[in-house]
């Protein structure tokens, strides 16, 4: 069964993500997903599968401040700054 899973991310990081996908020929969603199951077979003591080896690191430098944060917040809900 899949669901629907909603994550807040700094719009730069976004683009790159899909950049990604794009350049591999998948989705973000596989790319999230292909992460997340190589977590889980590292856990688990296991080799994790190719594709998710290629996805290791692919935004390792990637990092959002808390102020960035905010600012996305108050653009996207059309928050005057005080």
Do not use: W
Request: net charge positive; charged share 30%.
């Amino acid at each position: 069964m899949q669901s629907k899973l909603t994550l807040r991310i700094d719009e730069r990081l976004i683009r790159r993500a899909k950049q990604q996908a794009q350049a591999r020929g998948t989705s973000v969603s596989a790319l999230v997903a292909g992460y997340f199951i190589a977590l889980g077979a590292e856990q688990n003591g296991r080799e994790p599968t190719p594709i998710a080896q290629r996805l290791r690191g692919v935004l390792h430098d990637a990092s959002v401040s808390r102020e960035t944060y905010r600012e996305h917040l108050q653009e996207k809900h059309e928050i005057q700054k005080s």
